[in-house]
């Protein structure tokens, strides 16, 4: 699988897990939604500091969002 996908889906993971819109979760990470949309949905490339903007807002670590999840093991 794209590395650009498996981030996108880790983001989206967690973005719901949070209960969290993209649109909420873009405002928090001071971020376009059509950009986060377009990293969710694995057409964008993002920056590490985009990233760690990104990790933030999800109230998160670089440790845990690069954690082998299920739904990332099933995609």
Not at 44 to 57: G, M
């Amino acid at each position: 699988m794209d590395i650009k996908i498996k981030v996108g889906l880790r983001i989206r993971e967690l973005r719901k897990s949070l209960g969290l819109t993209q649109e909420a979760l873009a405002f928090k990470a001071a971020m376009d939604k059509t950009y986060l949309n377009e990293i969710e949905n694995g057409k964008r490339n993002v920056s590490i500091v985009n990233l760690e903007k990104i990790i933030i807002a999800l109230d998160t670590t670089f440790a845990v969002f690069f954690q082998e999840s299920h739904t990332l093991d099933q995609a």
